[in-house]
């Protein structure tokens, strides 16, 4: 039978309907990122026109709106590229959706902020400029918008192009450049620089350490026992309390100190308790979970994921404990210098103030944060429950070192140098194997050069991007934040 003028009609309708969808299909991808972009335009207006609210027709009442508006775009920064670092392993070992772990995050981020946040911050961020140097409180408030702006649109460059940064060391960097172009070099405290310098060191060489001594210890202890789920119905739950312990304590020192006098001692010791409780709770929960599953390396990764999901959710309420100041924190500053007339070495921090930090970072985070957590997660190496559940725990554990040492450390360079640590042991336990094998089979066939760079199991261009982007951060900030000062002044 011929084909009618209707059928026809239907299929060339058919074909225009599939071009229309592919049309809205492509405008929604290019519209996506304008939309996050619009948003975020609205909630920087929005936190200025609430500035202007709540402080009234008061002097310097123009000061504090611009300044709202920096630090609602400095909280949005943080969001899409700090807490990345907290959720990206467990996105990266399929223990979370993207949604999930956005959902997770945004929570616990806010209630870390406004819960833990803190009622005080230091104006000059970590005492690197001497607040009596400053001559006035205008030449203080223009330095502390310049700032906060310069970090704010370095962690947006570094969110752009992949890498992630220490927020807390952009605002250092920012600082140090207002201050130097304000009142000059002589005003900076150098001994707190280099130990800040010698941070981005410490930080990602003592987490890749600590998480590639956990993997090693999870490898030996479970993955290479004959009977794997005997083996993790032991140490699992004592992984868990160490888990356990480790939050707590870092919580104690990160989060609650802001709430109550903990000591690093009174820490320790709360930390010990929850540990104890938790392992010993934690016995019956693994034993019932185990049940039926096959002796394999695939069963072990569901025992982990839910220790995973806790440690990230964790990890992120005390990221919004901590560095809810750095995008509040000279905001609190500008405040307090315009309306006392004065310059402090340390302020209140206003509710509304945390307000615009909490729900800049949430924002940030649901807007751009599925970028950097893709990959911090899934493209430095490959993550399973087992290596992210080392990363998380190792991030808790170095912040804990550090503040026993008294040693300034950036939870980025932690979280990332954790990544790495799991990646390059990986690599060095794939040699040794490799070696081993060669030594039992002589006449195995041995691999090029070549084809051993090939199996490399961290990708190295991200390592060098990462790398590159930490060493400038401060450097960067400092030149963006001066030049914004002296550009300031030359216009007034």
């Not at 929005?46 to 709202?68: D, E, K, Q, R, S």
């Not at 989060?255 to 709770?281: E, M, P, Q």
């Not at 993550?383 to 939870?411: D, E, F, H, K, Q």
């Not at 794939?430 to 199996?455: D, H, Q, S, V, Y």
């Amino acid at each position: 039978m011929s084909e009618t003028y209707k059928d026809r009609q239907w299929k060339t309708l058919d074909k225009d309907l599939k071009r229309l969808s592919r049309v809205e299909i492509a405008a929604q991808t290019v519209s996506r990122p304008l939309l996050g972009v619009g948003v975020s335009l609205a909630f920087i207006v929005i936190a200025a026109l609430g500035a202007a609210l709540v402080t009234g027709n008061t002097p310097g009442m123009l000061f504090v709106v611009a300044a709202a508006a920096f630090g609602a775009y400095m909280a949005l920064n943080i969001g899409a590229n700090d807490v990345a670092n907290n959720m990206g392993p467990a996105v990266g070992a399929n223990a979370l959706s993207m949604a999930g772990a956005i959902a997770i995050a945004a929570i616990c981020e806010s209630a870390g902020a406004l819960i833990a946040g803190g009622d005080v911050v230091s104006t000059i961020s970590k005492g690197i400029i001497a607040p009596e140097s400053v001559a006035d409180s205008a030449t203080f408030t223009w330095a502390m918008m310049a700032a906060l702006l310069a970090a704010a649109v370095w962690v947006n460059i570094a969110t752009w192009i992949g890498a992630p940064v220490s927020t807390t060391h952009s605002v250092v960097g920012g600082v140090l450049g207002a201050g130097v172009a304000a009142v000059g070099i002589a005003a900076v405290n150098w001994s707190t620089m280099g130990a800040i310098a010698l941070s981005w060191v410490i930080s990602p060489v003592l987490g890749g350490v600590i998480a590639a001594g956990m993997l090693a210890f999870i490898k030996w202890r479970v993955i290479y026992r004959d009977d794997k789920i005997a083996a993790a119905r032991t140490w699992v739950p004592v992984l868990i309390g160490v888990m356990a312990a480790t939050f707590a304590t870092y919580l104690a020192l990160k989060g609650l100190k802001h709430l109550f006098d903990v000591t690093i001692g009174h820490a320790v010791a709360i930390g010990v308790v929850v540990g104890i409780a938790s392992g010993l709770g934690a016995v019956p929960l693994i034993r019932r979970q185990s049940r039926g599953l096959e002796n394999r390396n695939r069963s072990l990764k569901l025992l982990f994921a839910a220790p995973l999901v806790i440690s990230a959710g964790l990890l992120s309420f005390a990221h919004g404990a901590n560095d809810v100041a750095n995008a509040v924190g000279p905001l609190a500053a500008i405040v307090h210098a315009q309306q006392a007339g004065e310059i402090a070495g340390k302020v209140a921090i206003p509710v509304w103030v945390m307000v615009i930090g909490a729900f800049g970072i949430s924002f940030g985070l649901v807007l751009f944060g599925p970028k950097l957590i893709r990959m911090v997660g899934s493209q430095i190496t490959k993550l399973n429950p087992m290596r992210a559940y080392c990363v998380a725990l190792s991030a808790a554990m170095t912040v804990i070192v550090a503040s026993w040492l008294g040693l300034p450390v950036s939870s980025t360079h932690i979280a990332v140098g954790g990544v790495f640590g799991v990646g390059f042991f990986r690599e060095w336990h794939a040699e040794r194997r490799l070696r081993r094998a060669n030594l039992t089979k002589p006449g195995a066939k041995r691999l090029g050069p070549e084809e051993r760079r090939r199996r490399k199991l961290v990708r190295r261009s991200h390592f060098m991007t990462v790398v590159a982007a930490w060493g400038v951060t401060v450097p960067a900030t400092a030149v963006l934040s001066g030049g914004m000062f002296l550009a300031i002044s030359a216009l007034q």
